[in-house]
């Protein structure tokens, strides 16, 4: 007990080292990507959410012009004990099976990371199978979280350990190259985690919070609200701290997740939200770490009822309205091309000087 109280506060401190590494943005850098747009040959603001997009990788990167051609979908994968109250209209082996489809370069995701020139990074963070493959990136801390239903669904130690391996995953691919990182997710059951992540932090009911995952019916979508319900009232979360909400009531690979989050905003990369279940972990990366939020992206409205309520909390207003309700990172990857977009605008578009346009 002593021993894993020690080493509880060693991962903590390292928790906190990273988190005192997130700076705000570069106000500098941002005042000259303003500049710049203001010069271009349009009406000031008529480009929208590209010039933010263009103002945000400046204040991000503090470079005008900087080159994330580099990109990483980083698909946490885990399982979830809650599947065992029938909350997901799929079984839960579809995990396993689906991070065998990522690696073979067959899923929605790796489809759509193709296209926008990004690389798919799987981590089995808690999957409750036994997967080796050379591309997979082996870093099971359980096999799979306990049932929130019955009590808490990891330790307050593992929860600090998964946020952990999210930060090292993306401190490794910074190493190798990666500049613009995304979050994807794959596990079933895992909707009901995140909603109940939206609920207590939120301080929102469980209701509310509730949507229907994969696809389930009216029957079971009451009897997920309840269970998620049920869920929160055995385990009183402290909304107050988000590893004890991690804990509690999250995920593997939610938590995987925020550190994927707060570990690239610590690198000065910039980090595409994906949906719900991505969102959910970006909502408790910001309450970890208030300054991460100035590095994400919000990709996508996902069809997942609380999203939209989910988005607000955190404070990101979503690129793509496309009524998709998938995860794995898809909303994240076609983000790429609208980031690529504000880019080129910044890179090659005249100014009124240059193509001798008069100004309003
Ligand atoms: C074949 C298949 C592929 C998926 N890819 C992502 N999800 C998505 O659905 C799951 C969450 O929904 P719920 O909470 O209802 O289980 C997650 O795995 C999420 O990534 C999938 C789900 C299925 C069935
Ligand atoms: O928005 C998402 O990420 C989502 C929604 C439903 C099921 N799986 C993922």
Redesign the pocket.
């Known amino acids: 007990m002593v021993e894993n109280q020690a080493n509880e506060r060693d991962l903590h401190s390292k928790l906190m080292e990273m988190i005192g590494r997130v700076e705000p943005l570069n106000e500098e850098a941002m005042k000259r990507a303003d500049q710049h747009l203001l010069n271009l040959t349009k009406p000031p603001g008529s480009l929208g959410k590209l010039e933010d997009i263009a103002t945000q990788l400046a204040g991000i990167t503090g470079e005008l012009h900087p080159d994330l051609s580099r990109k990483a979908i980083v698909v946490m ?1 885990a399982d ?1 004990g809650v ?1 065992e109250e029938g ?4 079984p839960a082996e ?2 396993p ?2 991070v065998l ?1 990522f690696l073979a370069g067959g ?3 790796n489809v759509l990371a193709r296209q926008a020139g990004a690389d798919v990074r799987c981590v089995d963070i808690g999957v409750n199978a036994e997967l080796s493959h050379p591309q997979l990136i082996s870093r099971k801390l359980m096999n799979g979280t306990c049932n929130i239903a019955k009590g808490p669904a990891m330790s307050r130690e593992t929860a600090i350990e998964a946020v952990l391996v999210g930060i090292k995953v993306v401190e490794q691919l910074w190493q190798d190259g990666y500049r613009m990182f995304a979050t ?11 909603s109940a992540v939206l609920a207590v932090l939120s301080g929102g009911s469980p209701e509310d919070a509730t949507g ?5 019916n009216d029957e079971r979508f009451a009897h ?1 609200m309840a269970i998620i319900r049920r869920a929160i009232e055995t385990n009183e979360p402290n909304s107050a701290d988000p590893i004890d909400v991690l804990s509690k009531v999250g995920g593997l690979e939610i938590a995987g997740l925020a550190g994927v989050i707060i570990g690239a905003a610590a690198h000065r990369c910039p980090v595409v939200i994906d ?3 991505s969102s959910a972990a970006a909502l408790l990366a910001a309450a970890l770490c208030e300054n991460s939020v100035h590095y994400m992206i919000g990709s996508h409205l996902s069809n997942e009822r609380a999203h939209g309520q989910l988005l607000k909390e955190i404070g990101l207003s979503p690129v793509i309205h496309l009524s998709m ?4 990172g ?1 909303g994240a990857a076609l983000c790429f091309h609208f980031i690529e977009a504000a880019q080129r605008i910044m890179s090659e578009m005249a100014t009124f000087d240059s193509a001798g346009v008069s100004r309003g």
Do not use: P, Y
């Not at 994807?184 to 995140?194: L, V």
């Not at 229907?212 to 389930?216: A, E, F, L, S, V």
């Not at 309700?325 to 794995?328: D, F, I, S, T």
């Open positions: 994968a979830h599947c909350v997901s209209a799929f579809v995990t099976q689906m489809n899923a929605a995701v994807g997710d794959m596990g079933i059951g895992n909707t009901t985690a995140s229907r995952g994969t696809g389930i997920k949906g719900f279940i309700r998938l995860g794995e898809t």
